[in-house]
């Protein structure tokens, strides 16, 4: 079975600083999709970027930035100038041949004013 | 915009109650999916289906059952609630890729049931 690993269960930023959140990921795959997804306390699962595989370009979504190394399996997310509407559960998600996602087990992001 | 709405976001039942939760999404989306989630645990899926009146089973489908009897309607059934049920339930859907589509999942805003 494929599994997604994110190795920080919580995680704290500064108000304004930069954080880096971590996934791996295994896959004997070559093209793929990756996501990040977010969770606010109480509301709605959205997905905040996605990674095609076999785009070699870091996806970019305004202060959200991927660093995604193939040949290592790893997605990292950066928070650039955090914000407290940042704090979160944030999830790694990886599809597979079904069309299903396998998600890793989250990380909780705490932004402190 | 994609919505996906689910019936409950608060619930409250009795163990051996029948329980049905009920995901409809508006964007004619072929596949979705019931996933439960749990703290420490992530979201473990439970069934998912890919048509009209298909389903598969997930990780985690024991108690469990689920009905498709149109594209926009995907419900779970719990049989017989058990308090070890209790726990936050979200629905999903997607256009899968391969049609077109990339496997993004949108969610429900998540069901809470407790068992008591």
């Known amino acids: 079975a494929q599994t997604v690993t994110q190795s920080q269960p919580e995680m704290s930023v500064q108000e304004a600083e930069t954080v880096t959140l971590s996934c791996t990921y295994d896959?004997?795959?070559?093209?793929?999709?990756l996501f990040w997804y977010k969770q606010p306390p109480s509301r709605q699962m959205i997905l905040v970027i996605r990674?095609?595989?076999?785009?070699?370009q870091n996806a970019t979504e305004n202060r959200f930035s991927v660093n995604f190394q193939k040949a290592a399996k790893s997605f990292s997310l950066k928070i650039s100038d955090s914000q407290l509407g940042d704090a979160a559960m944030y999830f790694c998600?990886?599809?597979?041949?079904?069309?299903?996602?396998?998600f890793g087990g989250g990380t909780r992001l705490m932004v402190k004013p | 915009d994609v919505k996906v709405t689910q019936s409950s976001r608060y619930l409250v039942k009795r163990t051996g109650e029948k329980v049905f939760l009920e995901c409809v999404q508006d964007?004619?989306?072929?596949?979705m999916f019931w996933y439960r989630q749990d703290p420490g645990l992530g979201l473990r899926l439970i069934y998912f289906?890919?048509?009209?009146?298909?389903?598969e089973k997930g990780d985690i489908p024991e108690g469990y059952s689920v009905s498709r009897e149109k594209k926009e309607r995907f419900s779970l059934i719990l049989e017989s609630a058990s308090t070890n049920q209790t726990s936050m339930y979200l629905c999903?859907?997607?256009?899968?890729?391969?049609?077109?589509?990339?496997?993004?999942?949108?969610f429900g805003p998540g069901t809470r049931l407790t068992v008591l």
């Open positions: 999903a859907s997607t256009i899968p890729s391969g049609r077109g589509g990339t496997d993004t999942q949108y």
């Open positions: 896959t004997s795959e070559s093209d793929y999709y």
């Open positions: 990674q095609e595989a076999y785009k070699q």
């Open positions: 998600a990886k599809n597979n041949a079904g069309n299903m996602l396998t």
């Open positions: 964007m004619d989306h072929e596949n």
């Open positions: 289906s890919y048509d009209v009146k298909m389903k």
